[in-house]
């Protein structure tokens, strides 16, 4: 728990720093799950600074987004391909073929072979080395909505009705917003070798409690992560402040 979200997201970067420069030193590419959202951008700057200031090399990281809207155009201003480029990927020097982002764009019947090629990529580079989540308001993680399993694969999800709300600001209103995204599993994200989940502010403190302290259940896809080896739930005072 931080006394703010800056200090918190300050301290992410730093583990990535010194992930990236691990995996530099073993000559080892470096393999990064991205969230996109309001809650990782406080990263994405501090990695960017990271970047300008201490020259900071993205040129071994490999990324994979957790999730995108379907359908939706790459250089839609909602698309997380334009958010991802916005706050991270063009102030940086990762080199464009290695940044994965869910294709919004594909017919639907493509759809279920394509989610087993970006989970089959994934694996061709020996999996996640650290992924990085957000949490939605009813304890979504990528898009994987209240129900889903966690053995769950890479795949086209409805969006709930919570989390539809919670994006129609920038679609301008609730018609406009999209009703499905592809999503990695959650299973995927449970195979991670590391998994950190930011949450910043009271409104996410009611789903931290119940995803940190209550039992597991599909019902609150976050609580998965209490059976992961290896995760931490890195919050400001405010969504930390229903934990006992
Ligand atoms: C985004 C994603 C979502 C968000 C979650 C929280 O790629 O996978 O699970 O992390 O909806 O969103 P914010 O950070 O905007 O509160």
Known sequence: VYKDSSSASRSVAKEIENLIKVKQAQKQPCILGLATGSSPKGLYAELVRLHKE?????????????????????????????FMQE?????????????FVPDGTLPKDKIRSY??????????????????????????????ESGSLQNSKTRLVALDHITR????????????????????????????????????????SNIIKESVEDTVTSQVPASYLQEHNNAMFILDQAAASKLT
């Open 54 to 82: 201490e020259g900071l090399s993205f040129k071994n990281v490999i990324s994979f987004n957790l999730d995108e809207y379907y359908p939706m155009e790459p250089d839609s201003v909602n698309s997380y391909v334009r």
């Open 87 to 99: 706050q991270l990927f063009n102030h940086i020097d990762i080199l464009p073929e290695n940044c």
């Open 115 to 144: 989610c087993d090629e970006y989970e089959a990529k994934i694996e061709a580079y020996g999996g996640i080395d650290l992924q990085i989540l957000g949490i939605g308001g009813n304890g979504h993680i990528g898009f994987n």
């Open 165 to 204: 709300v919670a994006a129609s600001a920038d679609f301008s209103g609730l018609t406009s917003t999209p009703r499905t995204a592809i999503t990695l599993g959650v299973k995927k994200i449970m195979e991670a070798k590391r998994v950190i989940l930011m949450a910043w502010g009271e409104s996410k």
